[in-house]
């Protein structure tokens, strides 16, 4: 049962994460890497993305 919930869990926070990549300003090429690496590793992309990925316009300061 916990391995379900953790799975759903991860599975909401991928679409999140793709979501924002394809909303992002970055380019192309890098929307593309970034939501393979999502998808290809879910967990690692994630934590990745969290990390470095592309930042939305308003965290720019």
Known sequence: ME???L???LLV???YAIYN???SGASTGA???W???IVLVPLIG????????PKSSAAKI
């Open 46 to 53: 994630f934590i990745i993305w969290l990390i470095a990925g």
């Open 35 to 37: 939501t393979l690496l």
């Open 31 to 33: 929307k593309l890497l």
């Open 13 to 15: 926070a991928c679409i």
């Open 21 to 23: 990549v394809l909303t």
């Open 3 to 5: 391995y379900g919930i």
């Open 7 to 9: 799975g759903a869990l």
